[in-house]
């Protein structure tokens, strides 16, 4: 799961197959003619609306959720995902499966299979398809999928996905003895006089391009966040997730914490720009510096874990289960004779197609991209990638001659599609564009002669926490009377969901009780054996609602329970308030239990949540309680607010990945565990997820694992909300657009078998 900047360049080569191109069945063969993209007549052309295209156009580089997109076009992934996100193993023949009462055949590039080993390893044996082809002709082998392996494992790989960092057989000990010069040089401080691995001029250059180049990308942070709220270096900092600089700390010392933070990787410093990129402040040579790799010791000639079979075969071989290391499989495999050199591509001899430690080939077809999907890039110009259709797609050439991604603003994803120069866009859903969309149709309907829309479940949830150190009695987080304090204050606030959901979100978001997306194939279902609506009973264990109560005794009930268990956790309750507090309760100036919840509301109250904590708050102050709302309108200082461990309460949101691993999360080392949860019956369960490989046995541990993290009150799930797909009912034929959506299965992964009228 995901929710910090620095966190999204964590995403792992399964997010490029989540976005792959995947079908259930062949198509016929193309129709259609070649158009003009940027009017309402582009006959045979599909225009798709994009936001946020950066040019990063290789499988192996990609990092924009738009760019992303156009990789998916443009290449094919190994692993097949169905519309839960579980893999499909069985890909070449096809799998059925169920999904909401009908069934879907996926089919794929590849079928792939495991096997634990007596010694504890696990193999991965992945056996492609012979009849797929790349754009230029050349078939796609397993010589490209070892390819395309190999640069994730090179040592100066700088993109996004982290494959490197599974622990496949061998692979440290091939990333060993190479590090890029920045590294050693920044590593290595201003006062190091060891010239081992790089010159006196290199260095003075390096430090002077910091000075220079790397304070002003630095200082641009700071005034940004400076005109936001933020009062010094350090707060600035603070603010975009670097909350350990000094009091005194300068715009050079901060973006020394950011190059630190990846290892001085100039590209991947990047991602942390706030307007000017880095790339222009830095000279090329000393920018070139943080890719350049430099042999500083011995290292294995190979992954041994890496072996190729036969042309179309090979296995991976892992330590031990990890459950994540499936859809690390989902790499596209990338040319080796296009983005590497063919004379260097060897494998009996230990070569993979580079120079270990020089990607630059690679790095240098970011804008011209060549893959095997269902579409060939054209080109790249004023906003517009073009695209047009591969006949020898091997799930049957595209219906459509031609594909265009343009660069649009948020503001136009409706306009657009309603003026004909879009076909299809995805615009943040809400009850004012569902308003938009039921009046352009004007039929109060999301669907009719205008427009078509598809929903489906964000790929995430809203939420309220709580930070068990800061919200406990006698400083005992994990006692039963600090877990019934926390869940007291949740009992009372989840009363409030059902109203406040349906004021934001109207009927585009519902009410979640498990702390995961419904999207996953690990949430709970209501028909499920155990399945509870969250914090919905006393102290006692007695339920508080009934089906026939009206909205004002459902929250009479909830005043009931929240006092309950309040009792229980050492408060002194009469007449229906609490008059005295247990021992370690943070205490307001008159004397009454007081909590404060931040919620990034633009300081405007603008939040699904803002609405629920109001009402709450009242509640609260009817018992005697003192319950604050800290609207604020700086969002990074909210993030600042918990990542740092101060904030008691918080609103945000999580972004889930494909597979449910609690760990960053809830286990005590989790690295974003804010909700400063410990408990070893959790970590035990979190650690047996990883440890299996059927997703039916995993989800019952998933489950006993959140029913702790709702025991221990430090989270209440809010809201699943709504994703987008807005089409042209005038000029697509909506019958072609992929069915039953889901995050893991969009009108994307069916592109071959869009249509247009």
Wanted: aromatic residues 10%; glycine residues 8%.
């Amino acid at each position: 799961m995901l929710v910090t900047r620095r966190n999204m360049l964590g995403l792992s080569a399964a997010t490029m197959g989540a976005l792959a191109l995947a079908a259930c069945n062949n198509t016929t063969e193309q129709t259609g003619d070649n158009g003009d993209a940027n009017t309402g007549d582009h006959a045979g052309t599909l225009v798709v609306a994009g936001n946020g295209l950066e040019g990063k156009f290789c499988p192996l580089f990609t990092a924009s959720a738009a760019d992303q997109d156009v990789v998916s076009f443009n290449n094919i992934a190994l692993l097949m995902t169905d519309r839960m996100a579980e893999p499909v193993l069985s890909a070449i023949e096809g799998e059925t499966k169920e999904y909401n009462g009908t069934e879907y055949t996926y089919t794929g590039p590849a079928d792939i299979s495991m096997e634990e080993n007596a010694d504890g390893t696990v193999t991965y044996t992945v056996k492609m398809r012979d009849d797929i082809k790349f754009h230029d002709g050349n078939p796609v082998t397993i010589d490209d999928a070892i390819f395309t392996f190999y640069a994730y494992f090179d040592p100066t790989y700088d993109g996004s996905a982290t494959l490197y960092s599974n622990d496949i057989v061998g692979l440290q000990e091939y990333r060993s003895g190479m590090a890029t010069l920045a590294s050693l040089i920044g590593n290595a401080g201003r006062d190091n006089t060891d010239f081992t691995y790089w010159t006196q001029e290199q260095q003075d250059a390096f430090w002077a391009a910091v000075d220079d180049g790397g304070t002003k990308f630095a200082q641009e942070i700071v005034d940004y966040m400076m005109e936001n709220g933020a009062t010094d270096v350090a707060s600035a900092a603070a603010g975009w997730n670097y909350p350990d600089l000094p009091a005194d700390a300068t715009a050079t010392t901060f973006f020394e914490a950011i190059a630190a933070a990846y290892d001085w990787n100039f590209s991947a410093c990047e991602a942390e720009t706030a307007g000017t990129a880095l790339s222009d402040l830095i000279p090329e040579d000393v920018y070139a510096m943080g890719t350049q790799g430099v042999e500083t010791g011995d290292a294995a000639p190979n992954v041994s874990g890496i072996v190729k079979v036969d042309d179309y075969t090979m296995t991976v071989t892992t330590n031990g289960v990890d459950a994540t290391m499936i859809y690390q499989l989902s790499i596209a495999p990338c040319s080796y004779k296009y983005y590497g050199d063919e004379s260097l591509y060897d494998y009996e001899n230990n070569s993979f197609g580079f120079t270990k430690g020089d990607l630059s080939k690679a790095r240098s077809l970011n804008g011209q991209p060549m893959g095997s999907g269902a579409f060939k890039f054209d080109d790249y110009t004023s906003g517009t990638v073009h695209m047009s259709a591969n006949a020898d797609y091997y799930k049957g050439a595209p219906k459509v001659s031609n594909l265009n991604v343009v660069e649009t603003q948020e503001a136009d994803m409706v306009t657009g599609v309603q003026a004909g120069t879009l076909d299809v866009s995805q615009p943040s859903y809400s009850m004012e564009v569902e308003s938009q969309i039921k009046e352009i149709n004007g039929n109060d309907d999301v669907n009719g002669d205008v427009l078509s829309t598809f929903l489906h479940d964000f790929r995430g949830y809203g939420y309220i926490a709580i930070a068990a150190g800061n919200v406990c009695v006698n400083g005992e987080p994990a006692s039963d009377a600090s877990k019934a304090l926390r869940k007291g204050i949740f009992t009372l606030i989840a009363a409030y969901r059902d109203s406040g959901v349906a004021s934001y979100y109207g009927d585009t978001a519902s009410v979640l009780n498990y702390p995961i997306s419904t999207s996953s194939w690990a949430s709970p279902n209501e028909t499920d054996p155990g399945y509870e609506v969250c914090y919905s009973t006393d102290a006692s264990g007695n339920p508080l609602y009934t089906a026939d109560m009206s909205e004002e005794d459902r929250y009479a009930a909830a005043l009931q329970g929240a006092l309950s268990w309040f009792e229980a956790a050492g408060f002194t309750v009469a007449d229906g308030k609490v008059t005295a507090a247990p021992a370690g309760v943070k205490l307001n100036a008159e004397g009454v239990p007081s909590f404060q919840c931040n919620i990034g509301g633009g300081g405007q109250g603008d939040h699904p949540t803002f609405m629920i904590l109001q009402e709450a708050k009242e509640a609260f102050a009817s018992i005697g309680i003192d319950f604050i709302v800290n609207d604020i309108a700086n969002s990074a200082d909210l993030f600042a607010s918990y990542q740092s461990g101060a904030a008691e309460m918080w609103c945000a949101a999580w972004q889930s990945t494909a597979d449910p691993d609690m760990y960053q999360l809830y286990h005590s080392q989790g690295s974003t565990n804010y909700y400063q949860i410990n408990d070893p019956d959790l970590d035990e369960l979190i650690e047996a997820g990883r440890q299996s490989l059927d997703t039916e046995s995993r989800k019952p541990i998933y489950k006993e694992a959140m029913d702790i993290i709702l025991d221990w009150g430090v989270e209440l799930p809010v809201y699943q909300r709504s994703e987008c797909t807005l089409v042209s009912t005038e000029r697509v034929n909506v019958d072609s657009v992929v069915k039953d959506q889901t995050p893991y299965w969009t009108w994307k992964d069916e592109i071959e078998k869009l249509e247009l009228k």
